[in-house]
Structure formats: structure tokens, C-alpha cells
């Protein structure tokens, strides 16, 4: 079962067969399917190669829209983060800061308990499951997990996870060792409530002078710590457990 069988079956919809036989262009499989229309602003041509047609699957997740939002055909899978297992969809989202609006309501299309991209990546579902997350909130991550083994996840302990374009592995047991180590290097002992190395700072390995004194001030091996985030900053696993810390 790939991504988009997964989701059309948790979601329980009657999707029409189309009326052309052929190879869908997004996850690869024979059907009877839709004749492609493709926007002149589709950044995807390059995953989807060699297909003639949308499966009806396929055909649900391209087109599927926001509940109450005007003009969001398609919008649905790749504005927001996501799971879905067989038992249905469910919302990641962070959790709300002071001050911020509330978010849009999409219990009737996402069942499933609200999770966070932290709470999600460390103790996911039981197989078969599948995880979407973004930073842009615009790129139909979708399409490349379907070229991924099909996107979909068959354990539990090393998992793919779509991240905007990217299918990053989780292990999940470094995922664990690498959350301890940038919440120790996110908090300053001598001052509690604030931040000593900022995401960026940790993904780029780029330290700012500030930092650098706070960390001298928190009693840390600034120079062995500089060099490990230096390596790890091309590390997309290292990247994905900052964005979700």
C-alpha cells in the first residue's frame, strides 16, 4: 500500500475510476486513471516523469481541499503537517505560543489526535503509518514520499518522514540521543527561561559571539562543541530533530 492508497482508505472515500489506462505519473502504478492537467508553476516534473495518467488516489490527494478555504484545491496535503495511519488522518502542529490565533478547525478531515512534530517522530504510530512535515507550508511533499518505497512506513524504530521536498530515515533511537543533546545545548543553566544556542545556530553550526560568551559563562567546551555542530550541519536527520525540538 503506498501513501496515497493509505490516506484514500483511512479516509474511507469513493473515488472514481477514470476512463484512460496508463502509469500514474505521481506514485507509479498501473490504473485507470485521469488525463493530467499540470499548471505551468508545477515544480514536481522532475519525480514524475514517465507516467500518463492519475490514479484515482492520487487524483484525491492532488485535488483535495481546506475545509471552508476558498481557492485551496490541492492546498489540504501540503499546507499543513499531517499523519495517517489505517484508522485515519490526524493534525501535527507545534504547540500555540501566547498570542496567537487560533488554528483553523479540521477535526471533520484530520480524526485522529493532534500531535506535535516532537511527540510524533519520537513515539509514532503503529505500522503502517506515514508522516508529513514543512517548514514552507507550500510544496506538495506528497509526491516525493511516493517515490520514497512508497511512502509509507513499516516500522517503528526507522521510519520515513516527508519534510518539504526531502524523505529523511528516522532512526528513532538517535532520534532520542540527539533531542537530549540540543536540549542541553537550547538551555542556559545560569539563567532559566532562556535560550543558549538558537535553532539556527544549531542546524548551521554557525555560533554567534553572544552564544559563544554564554556558553564559556555555562562552563561548556565551546571548541568541541562548535566542531560537532560544524559536522553535523549537513546531516538532514541532525536538521529535522532541530526543527522539531
Not at 514524475?48 to 484545491?73: D, H, L, T
Request: glycine share 10%; proline share 7%; aromatic share 8%.
Amino acid at each position: 500500500m503506498n501513501l496515497s492508497e493509505l490516506i484514500a482508505n483511512a479516509q474511507d472515500v469513493s473515488l472514481p475510476l477514470g476512463n484512460i489506462q496508463g502509469t500514474c505519473m505521481f506514485c507509479g502504478k498501473e490504473a485507470m486513471g485521469f488525463q493530467p492537467e499540470i499548471s505551468d508553476s508545477f515544480t514536481n516534473a522532475n519525480i514524475c516523469s514517465g507516467g500518463s495518467v492519475i490514479c484515482p488516489e492520487c487524483n484525491y490527494m492532488n485535488r483535495a481541499e481546506i475545509p471552508g478555504a476558498k481557492q485551496s484545491a490541492g492546498k489540504l496535503h501540503r499546507a499543513n503537517m499531517w499523519y495517517v495511519t489505517e484508522k485515519g488522518i490526524g493534525v501535527i502542529r507545534f504547540p500555540k505560543k501566547g498570542g496567537q490565533a487560533g488554528p483553523r478547525d479540521l477535526s471533520d478531515i484530520f480524526r485522529l489526535p493532534e500531535r506535535t512534530p516532537r511527540s510524533i517522530l519520537t513515539d509514532p504510530p503503529e505500522p503502517p503509518f506515514a508522516i508529513y512535515l514543512t517548514r514552507s507550508w507550500k510544496k506538495p511533499g506528497w509526491q516525493t514520499m511516493l517515490r520514497a518505497n512508497g511512502g509509507v512506513a513499516t516500522s517503528r524504530d526507522l521510519f520515513p518522514v516527508g519534510f518539504d521536498y526531502e524523505v529523511i530515515y528516522v532512526d528513532r533511537a538517535r532520534l532520542h540521543l540527539d533531542l537530549a543533546y540540543i536540549d542541553m545545548l537550547r538551555t542556559d543553566p545560569s539563567k532559566p527561561g532562556k535560550v543558549l544556542l538558537t535553532k539556527r545556530e544549531l542546524s548551521s553550526g554557525k555560533i554567534g559571539a553572544g552564544s559563544v560568551a554564554r556558553m564559556i559563562d555555562a562552563g561548556l567546551d565551546v571548541r568541541s562543541i562548535v566542531g560537532d555542530l560544524r559536522k553535523k550541519a549537513n546531516d538532514p536527520g541532525w536538521g529535522l530533530a532541530v526543527y522539531v525540538a
